[in-house]
């Protein structure tokens, strides 16, 4: 399955070639907010702001639309863009698959406001078909006019990486040519209390992936990233997804140029990392970049996608490194064939998202 | 070409607590239907709910879980499988709405009034992804995945587990949807005006609206070599599924239905039969104005006006994310029984609507079936059957 475009938006923007930007730049200072909740103190974020997401050519079609489908909106858009793949004859052949762990839960805690504040009987109906999860999977094929299968799928830190392998087997039975497949997560003022009572949040600012630790450090982020796949050779731009694999299974580590961890402190223990290391290959993590997410996976297998069609390393943008392991210091040109993101949920189940030149 | 096989069915819904139950309750006609018990609510609208949960499954705070347990038992049993998942490659991929999101009213009341409130809706929300939970106590090692596409959720579950089957993910999936009827959606689908005061009369001239519900339908899939090799003989299969998008509007059905003549089209071609080999169709049929016009428009177009058709959610009400699940559990076994109940609450046909669902129990001969699901975001699935006998 070849990767042919990517779309981001995230707490320093929109765009691929802004994330590439933001990589190199390395790691910056989260936002600091105070929570309604809790007076006097203030809490990291990473957050999309307004403006990145105010988009004149789609407003229309998106004037109701809450901050998690215009994120997904704009991501999946600018993926299809960056692919020059055009879909007007195509349809029913391009399908959607959008994974988030949380979905449009601002506008769910919206909606429950008006229940409490004005009784059932005298609610918002676009507030409740928005809170939806499917919401931005149906705005994102209104606006793209696409009349394919599309899919909403949740499962906290491996959403992304179910859908992936959806995205595969839709590609390899022919339900489909293209797929747009991506995440898309936000974290509102609730979440980022649930947050503060459920993680260690870093007040320093810094997620760091490689203390491995059993408490480890988190900052919240929100956005969201799409990749326009297929399985026609001639639309590799970026790379190939070789292969995605879970829990027990086996995977073959050979050659692999960097392993990137996706550890970012949001889904707990973080010691089986270590389990995880190659003893060869770099090793990367760049949650830091755009903050903890259960479908974190997604930005990350962004940056490995552009290392490799940019044959480049990026360093790691926050290298607290106790254990001394192999870390990318400097950005620099490096020959990139293989690079694998690894995961573990809450059970310690294991993902591997292995990219291929 | 690899045959995908049912091999098991579990069904729970204000129809029955079990799929015996069920058919008997279609046959008498029974809808068991009533005021809203499970939370305090004025709205004045009626509900099919689920009036007993066993007891080893009830689980506080986790109602769509409990009912998903209960249908995951019944089909387990049925496909005699209930001690033999270890070593398998199980795959889970469930449908839902409610069980997908975190809108604890108390929890958040609190949290408003307070400040602060405690974790434990939190936790549970955190414990309740319906296919991760449904995976760990069933402790099946294969993909998990919870679909939430809204009112097509457990259809298109169960499309994404023929696609693992055929694409070698895993050997047997459990596939459907489950949801609880929960306060937020009773005062959403409200506030949208599309329930009705009385109960629902799917494509009636008169109909007035949905009623919701509440259950779960759960499907044992596996390939029929796999089913083979333990033994387990089945007539039923998955012969196809097919989905598309209407691109048109968050809540309103694409007036034309192209979505859903689209979804059809690919179920068939992928069963590899035409139109006039299906027998009957059960129909998302929801009683609202809009769904039952676009719906029964697009049934004509593509099967013929006089093909049969139900809407079981006469019986169950609309049951979310459980509905494609239930659905097509019903569906199959139709098929495989050879009848299909009457079309409950349908007294007067709609000039505007082509075909009539069927005003009593009505036998049925051949050997596919379709089930169909639409859904807020205007997703559009369609499901094939068939029978091997």
């Known amino acids: ?357 | 070409m690899i045959k995908i096989v049912i091999t098991g069915i579990g069904t729970i819904s204000a129809a029955g607590a079990n799929l015996t139950e069920t058919l008997d309750n279609f046959q008498d006609g029974k809808r068991n239907a009533g005021p809203v018990s499970l939370f305090p609510s004025t709205l004045p609208y009626p509900v099919f709910e689920v009036k007993n949960i066993p007891e080893k499954w009830r689980k506080d705070g986790m109602r769509t879980l409990s009912l998903a347990l209960c249908a995951v038992e019944e089909a387990l049993n049925d496909a005699e499988l209930r001690h033999h998942l270890s070593g398998l490659r199980v795959g889970v991929c469930l449908g839902t709405t409610v069980a997908s999101q975190l809108n604890d009213l108390d929890f958040y009341d609190t949290y408003r009034s307070m400040g602060e409130a405690p974790m434990d809706p939190v936790d549970r929300f955190l414990r309740g992804n319906l296919a991760g939970a449904v995976a760990c106590i069933i402790k099946a090692q294969g993909p998990c995945l919870t679909v939430v596409n809204a009112c097509s959720s457990g259809a298109d579950a169960i499309g994404v587990a023929l696609s693992w089957l055929k694409n070698g993910i895993c050997d047997l999936v459990l596939a459907g949807g489950a949801d609880e009827l929960n306060h937020v959606p009773f005062c959403g689908f409200g506030s949208l005006g599309i329930m009705s005061e009385s109960l629902c009369a799917p494509f009636d001239r008169d109909r007035m609206g949905l009623n919701l519900g509440e259950g779960a339908g759960i499907l044992i899939l596996e390939t029929e070599t796999f089913a083979r090799q333990r033994g387990q003989k089945s007539q039923l299969y998955l012969a196809g599924y097919g989905s598309a998008a209407d691109a048109y509007h968050l809540t309103a059905p694409r007036p034309d239905g192209a979505g859903l003549e689209a979804a059809l089209q690919k179920a068939l071609t992928e069963a590899n039969i035409t139109p006039q080999d299906i027998c009957f169709v059960n129909a998302h049929g929801t009683a609202t104005q809009d769904n039952d016009k676009v719906e029964g428009n697009v049934l004509a177009r593509v099967f013929g006006p006089d093909i049969k058709i139900i809407s079981t959610k006469g019986y169950t009400g609309h049951t979310l994310g459980a509905a494609g699940g239930l659905e097509t559990a019903f569906t199959a076994v139709a098929l495989l029984k050879g009848w299909i109940p009457a079309s409950p609450g349908f007294e007067n046909p709609d000039d505007e609507i082509p075909v009539m669902p069927l005003m009593e129990e009505t036998s049925i001969c051949g050997n596919y079936v379709v089930s169909t699901s639409l859904a807020f975001g205007g997703n559009n699935s369609a499901l094939v059957i068939g029978n091997k006998a």
């Open chain 1, 1 to 357: 399955m070849n990767i042919s475009g990517i779309g981001i938006i995230f707490t320093h923007g929109r765009g691929i070639n802004k994330y590439d930007e933001a990589l190199r730049q390395g790691w910056r200072k989260p936002s600091l907010i105070e929570l309604p909740s809790v007076p006097n103190k203030q809490f990291p974020l990473y957050p999309v702001e307004e403006k990145t997401i105010t988009d004149k050519g789609i407003s229309g079609k998106t004037r109701r639309a809450d901050k998690f489908s215009k994120m997904a909106v704009l991501a999946a858009m600018d993926a299809l863009q960056d692919s020059d793949l055009k879909i007007d004859k195509k349809k029913f052949s391009l399908g959607i698959i959008v994974a988030s762990a949380f979905g449009p839960h601002v506008t769910t805690f919206r909606f429950l406001d008006d229940i409490l504040d004005y009784g059932e009987a005298n609610v918002s109906p676009t507030l409740f078909s928005h809170s939806v999860h499917n919401a931005a999977a149906s705005y994102i094929a209104s606006v793209l006019d696409s009349q394919g299968p599309t899919i909403t799928c949740t499962q906290f830190s491996l959403s992304f990486q179910q859908a992936l392998i959806l995205s595969k087997a839709w590609l390899h039975e022919g339900r489909c040519e293209y797929v747009l497949v991506g995440s898309v997560d936000e974290c509102g003022t609730v979440m980022e209390y649930i947050c503060s009572q459920k993680l260690k949040m870093a007040h320093d600012g810094k997620i760091k992936p490689f203390t491995f630790s059993a408490r480890p450090w988190a900052v919240p982020g929100e956005g969201s990233v799409f990749f326009l796949v297929s399985r026609d050779k001639a639309l590799k731009k970026y790379c190939q997804i070789e292969e995605i694999t879970l829990g027990c299974q086996a995977i073959k580590e050979e050659d692999i140029d960097i392993t990137i961890l996706d550890a970012d402190g949001i889904a707990g223990d973080e010691s089986q990392y270590r389990n995880s290391l190659p003893t060869n290959a770099y090793i990367a993590g760049y949650a830091p970049i755009f903050g903890s997410m259960m479908t974190g996976s997604s930005f990350q297998c962004a940056a490995g996608a552009l290392m490799i069609k940019n044959q480049i390393r990026y360093a790691c943008p926050v290298q607290d490194n106790p254990y001394n392991v192999n870390i990318c210091k400097v950005t620099k040109q490096a020959k990139m064939k293989k690079i694998q993101c690894i995961r573990y949920n809450c059970l310690n189940e294991k993902a591997v998202i292995m990219l291929q030149q």
